[in-house]
T-cell receptor
Framework: AQKVTQAQTEISVVEKEDVTLDCVYE???????LFWYKQPPSGELVFLIR????DEQNEISGRYSWNFQKSTSSFNFTITASQVVDSAVYFC???????????????WGLGTSLAVNP | GAGVSQSPSNKVTEKGKDVELRCDPI?????LYWYRQSLGQGLEFLIY????????KSGLPSDRFSAERTGGSVSTLTIQRTQQEDSAVYLC?????????????FGQGTRLTVV
């Protein structure tokens, strides 16, 4: 069955520390997409990244980087030199291409709450 | 509109009353989701619409919950005979749909409080 696990419920770091948020997924399909979303205290979920299952290259966007490892079914997210504004709940999600049509939906992890303290 | 719009942003209702929550997706998005998020919890899937296909209602917690999507655009989530445990933020999202993963864009949610 499809499943997304974010084992870290809460993480607290001091500003400027690096922090990695873990995401492990389960799927029987070879074609799928993985996502990360950020939910700041304001509540609105903000899309961060989409990665398809055929592209295992790591991605870097400013202080954010993502490490996709199919061998371990993981899609971890690292924030370098964290800032107070990074404080939010971060969600990992999985979308399976085989569910195209009637039953396709994103499968969500429970989120990791990150607190970056000054 | 530019983004997903939900109304009302806040709703306080008495236990036993019916409520309707509205979602205006991004124009052209064929997929529409409803989620529920209780305080400090993750996202609980409720229902999914994709084009003209029959909706996936597998996440609706009880028959008091229903949703419809008119004309492939606006969606309404209805909760009948509300209970206190229905109190949560109800989030709507839309995406382009299609055979491959498309990111979902979320509205700001409706905070429902049942007193």
């Amino acid at each position: 069955a499809q499943k997304v696990t974010q084992a870290q419920t809460e993480i607290s770091v001091v500003e400027k520390e690096d922090v990695t948020l873990d995401c492990v997924y389960e799927t029987r399909d070879t074609t799928y997409y993985l996502f990360w979303y950020k939910q700041p205290p304001s509540g609105e979920l903000v899309f961060l990244i989409r990665r398809n299952s055929f592209d295992e290259q790591n991605e870097i966007s400013g202080r954010y980087s993502w490490n996709f490892q199919k061998s371990t079914s993981s899609f971890n997210f690292t924030i370098t030199a964290s800032q107070v504004v990074d404080s939010a709940v971060y969600f990992c999600a999985l979308s399976e291409a085989r569910n195209a049509g009637n039953n396709r939906k994103l499968i969500w992890g429970l989120g990791t709450s990150l607190a970056v303290n000054p | 509109g530019a983004g997903v719009s939900q109304s009302p942003s806040n709703k306080v209702t008495e236990k036993g009353k019916d409520v309707e929550l509205r979602c205006d997706p991004i124009s052209g998005h064929t997929a529409l989701y409803w989620y529920r998020q209780s305080l400090g919890q993750g996202l609980e899937f409720l229902i999914y619409f994709q084009g003209n296909s029959a909706p996936d209602k597998s996440g609706l917690p009880s028959d008091r919950f229903s949703a419809e999507r008119t004309g492939g655009s606006v969606s309404t989530l209805t909760i009948q005979r509300t209970q206190q445990e229905d109190s949560a933020v109800y989030l709507c999202a839309s995406s382009l749909g299609g055979p491959f993963g498309a990111e979902a864009f979320f509205g700001q949610g409706t905070r429902l409080t049942v007193v």
